[in-house]
């Protein structure tokens, strides 16, 4: 099946640092979403992005989806950015899957 | 606009005991999908729900089984509970399409001692 990597596997960073999250996968997709995860365990909708560039606020997301990566960008991280992020992909090929493959996650912890 | 709900949010069991987990779909939404999630780990998917009908099932035992309903609402089941399933579960739902984005609820944590 689909294999889905992510980098680093922790990450801590000061208030107020820039962070980028990476994660590869084996094959073609159709979907591919990144999740942030709190404390409490809420999944947390990030972006639907199979491909190209999306913005919003301090975060933004890139898909290349030819070279089968995709890049989480935190700007000017806050405490509450804390948490595990989740990169999930479905695969892309007519008939394909329907379940979306998790990666381990990144751990983010953001220090005041 | 409601999301995807789910309940209860926290359930103890005993090991051998059965569990039904419930779950509401965003609106508009016509596809459910279960995860379990074990501590430190990705969610990993165990089934998906479209048109009352199973339409994928990921590798999970017999014992884990589901429904969904005419209103898109939908249960898990699961029987003679292990330790092991101790898990956070989590529904998610999506239109029927493939293209669709997921979105989950704030999962039931089941506790098996």
């Known amino acids: 099946g689909i294999q889905v990597e992510q980098s680093p596997p922790d990450l801590i960073l000061q208030e107020g640092a820039n962070s980028t999250l990476r994660c590869n996968f084996s094959?073609?997709?159709?979907?591919l979403q990144w999740f942030h995860q709190n404390p409490w365990g809420q999944l947390i909708n990030l972006f639907y992005?199979?491909?190209g560039t999306k913005q919003n606020g301090r975060l933004s997301a890139t898909t290349v989806a030819t070279e089968r990566y995709s890049l989480l960008y935190i700007s000017s991280s806050q405490t509450t950015d804390s948490g595990v992020y989740f990169c999930a992909v479905r695969m892309g090929s007519q008939g394909g899957s329907e379940k979306l493959v998790f990666g381990k996650g990144t751990k983010l912890t953001v220090n005041p | 606009d409601a999301g995807v709900t789910q309940s209860p949010t926290h359930l103890i069991k005993t090991r051998g005991q059965q569990v039904t987990l419930r779950c509401s779909p965003k609106s508009g939404h016509d596809t459910v999908s279960w995860y379990q999630q074990a501590l430190g780990q990705g969610p990993q998917f165990i089934f998906q729900?479209?048109?009352?009908?199973?339409?994928q099932r990921g590798n999970f035992p017999d014992r884990f089984s589901g429904h969904q309903f005419p209103n898109y609402s939908s249960e898990l089941n699961v029987n003679a509970l292990l330790l092991g399933d101790s898990a956070l579960y989590l529904c998610?739902?999506?239109?029927?399409?493939?293209?669709?984005?997921?979105?989950f609820g704030n999962g039931t944590r089941l506790t098996v001692t």
């Open positions: 729900y479209y048109e009352e009908e199973e339409r």
């Open positions: 992005i199979p491909s």
């Open positions: 094959d073609s997709v159709n979907n």
């Open positions: 998610a739902s999506s239109r029927g399409s493939y293209n669709s984005p997921l979105h």
